[in-house]
């Protein structure tokens, strides 16, 4: 069957009360700018619900994929519309809906019909009932079955009739631009393109930075990220990158701080410059990919450590409490695991120690930075005048 019309189903967003409408709204304009390069559609809110009509030829799977990005929607349901409001009209279209998708007739179903337009003759109930009769008619080898019917066929009655019994899956979440905005520290990882992913799908707009140490690290690497923020923009909306050149700090902590603390201290400097442009560019937060435990910056003592860096916004880091397995897990169903994988060095990597601290303290730390004291300044405000800024999408 040849569909012109979606219908769009979303869950959280139905407990937003007044403001429903603009989450509504944002999410709208989310599926037009997905859609626009595919055909020619209409988004339109009816009656509390949200259609999607084609109004020019189109392929399915690439509509589906891209609805599929849009955070908020929860289902899609590609919907049978009758112009023809009469009983005869109906039964006609619900059988003819069935022949033509599910062909085979050895399963079992159910009507659940719904009468919006109270001028229309038959309650649901009724039409429940006679339009499961008709079905059972006109193919005998159908079964009834009311609590676990392998096929639930909705029938929806308002000025049109809607058909439609398959709902595809959709991401869930709210839409982008309805939770204020959040840096996220980007690197070529598996985890830190999943974390800024997930809190995009929370509505958070995300800009990104990078820490860039050429030439230890290379273009490639850093082709990479901006590859990396595409990918994730398929989901969050154009993704801001800023590439900060991170070269002469590092090597600045190299030269002056004991190696088996350079992690945390140069991870304490990124969350510094981090804040600073994220402050500067009316974000809320910082996110990042760490996970407890999984190397040493990242033990629960390394965390507090670093988080002291960022004293002004709160960090987020959506996958603090998984395995890596389930990082992956979601790197690969929102594709950038390819691309994570691919093995290009990073700054982080570079300079690592033989025997890195895994419970440093805090007096330990910062008594170790004071020996970056007149030495650190003009390169920090260096790099931060010379940001690169990509608009990654
Ligand atoms: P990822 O898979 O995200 O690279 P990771 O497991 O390699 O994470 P770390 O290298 O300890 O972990 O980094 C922890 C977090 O710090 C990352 O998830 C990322 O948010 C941030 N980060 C690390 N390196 C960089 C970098 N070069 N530029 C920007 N952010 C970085
Ligand atoms: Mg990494």
Request: glycine share 6%; hydrophobic share 40%.
């Amino acid at each position: 069957m040849e569909y012109k019309i979606f219908l769009i189903k979303y869950a959280e967003i139905g407990t937003k009360g007044k403001n429903r409408y603009v989450f509504e709204e944002v999410m709208c304009k989310r599926m037009r700018s997905r859609l626009k390069p595919l055909g020619k559609f209409e988004v339109r809110r009816e009656y509390g619900r949200i259609f999607v009509e084609a109004l020019s030829e189109y392929d399915f799977d690439e509509v589906i994929e891209a609805l599929g990005t849009v955070f908020g929607i929860v289902g899609i349901c590609p919907v049978c519309v009758v112009e023809d409001v009469t009983y005869d009209a109906i039964s006609k279209a619900v059988c003819e809906y069935i022949e033509s998708e599910y062909p085979k007739h050895d399963f079992t179903f159910k009507v659940n019909a719904r009468r919006n337009n109270k001028q229309f003759p038959k309650t649901s109930m009724e039409l429940n009932c006679d339009l499961g009769a008709d079905l059972l008619n006109r193919f005998p080898t159908l079964t009834v079955d009311v609590h676990k019917p392998d096929v639930l066929l909705q029938v929806e009655v308002r000025n049109v009739v809607y058909i439609y019994s398959h709902t595809i899956k959709g991401p869930g979440g709210l839409p982008v631009g309805t939770n204020g905005k959040g840096m996220a520290l980007l690197s070529g990882g598996i985890d830190s393109p999943v974390a800024a992913y997930m809190i995009a799908k929370r509505g958070v707009l995300v800009e990104a930075v990078y820490f860039h140490a050429p030439p230890y690290t290379s273009e490639r690497a850093k082709q990479k990220v901006v590859d990396l923020a595409k990918l994730v923009s398929k989901y969050a909306g154009a993704i801001k990158l800023h590439i900060v050149n991170f070269t002469d700090v590092q090597l600045a902590i190299y030269d002056n701080c004991p190696h088996d603390e350079l992690t945390i201290i140069m991870k304490r400097i990124m969350y510094k410059m981090a804040q600073e442009l994220a402050l500067a560019n009316d974000c809320q937060c910082i996110i990042t990919g760490e996970s407890i435990g999984q190397v040493s910056s990242q033990t629960t003592q390394s965390l507090y450590v670093i988080d002291q860096a960022a004293d002004k916004l709160p960090v987020f880091r959506p996958c603090i409490g998984m395995d890596k397995q389930e990082i992956i897990d979601i790197s690969e169903q929102i594709g950038t695991y390819e691309t994570s994988i691919l093995p290009y060095e990073d700054c982080c990597t570079t300079f690592v120690a033989k025997h890195p601290v895994t419970r440093p303290a805090l007096d330990t730390i910062e008594k170790s930075e004071q020996a970056l004291v007149g030495k650190i300044e003009d390169l920090y405000r260096k790099a931060m005048e010379n940001i690169e800024t990509i608009n990654c999408w």
